[in-house]
């Protein structure tokens, strides 16, 4: 059975850094895509950023030069280092991974960046 946990999330000033963590396990088969997404109240989930398994990253343009994907292949972890936080980051922050053709979510994490 899959799971992803995630962690890191928090308030936080704006201006100020949060770094999240998402551990994959159960994973039989190797990890092709890991992600980040964000759903914040009122409005559909959107892409924050995604890291394929040769180390490529997109970003979405509203976090670019602020945001950066990383992951640790030994340990199926993906992470999200986000600094110089807005108040529009404000969101539940999701993680995600594609396996096998098959995508699996964390269960969210809340990120509040006040003024």
């Known amino acids: 059975q899959v799971q992803l946990v995630e962690s890191g999330g928090g308030l936080v000033q704006a201006g100020g850094s949060l770094r999240l963590s998402c551990a994959a396990s159960?994973?039989?088969?190797?990890?092709?895509?890991m992600g980040w997404y964000r759903q914040a109240p009122g409005k559909q989930r959107e892409l924050v950023a995604l890291?394929?398994?040769?180390?490529?990253?997109i970003y979405a343009a509203s976090v670019k030069g602020r945001f950066t994907i990383s992951r640790d292949n030994a340990k199926n972890t993906v992470y999200l280092q986000m600094n110089s936080l807005k108040p529009e980051d404000t969101a539940v922050y999701y993680c995600?991974?594609?396996?096998?053709?098959?995508?699996?979510w964390g269960q969210g994490t809340q990120v509040t960046v006040s003024s």
């Open positions: 159960g994973i039989i088969f190797s990890i092709n895509r």
């Open positions: 890291i394929n398994s040769g180390g490529s990253t």
């Open positions: 995600n991974i594609v396996s096998a053709n098959k995508d699996y």
